[in-house]
């Protein structure tokens, strides 16, 4: 099958904090993260596919929270698969060049 991304991926392990449209505030963690979206591994996925999610994500190595916003696209067993419609652009490309992502 072939790769239909837009946007490379790079594996990570960080924590997360999210709230979804219920306004109550979750944790996970990002198990993979591009330009374009992120994969969050939770036990408490929002209830509802199309979901809107406001996320913090812990960058340990840098010191710094990357903040991001977008749609729930997809939900599995294991968590959930956000499309980003707003991010901090900066910290996302820090982030992703230190894994080694072509921006």
Do not use: C
């Not at 591009?34 to 913090?56: C, R, V, W």
């Not at 599995?76 to 996302?92: N, P, Q, Y």
């Amino acid at each position: 099958m072939e790769e239909q991304r837009l946007h490379k991926r790079a594996r990570v392990d960080m924590k997360v904090a999210f709230r979804d449209d219920g306004f109550a505030y979750k944790m996970g963690r990002v198990n993979n993260i591009s330009k374009g979206g992120m994969f969050i591994s939770t036990d408490n996925p929002p209830q509802e596919l199309e979901s809107y999610i406001i996320a913090s994500l812990d960058a340990e190595e840098f010191g710094k929270i990357i903040w991001a916003q977008g749609r729930v696209i997809r939900k599995t067993d294991s968590g959930i698969a956000v499309s980003f419609t707003r991010a901090d652009e900066k910290g996302l490309n820090i982030l992703l060049s230190f894994q080694g992502v072509p921006l």
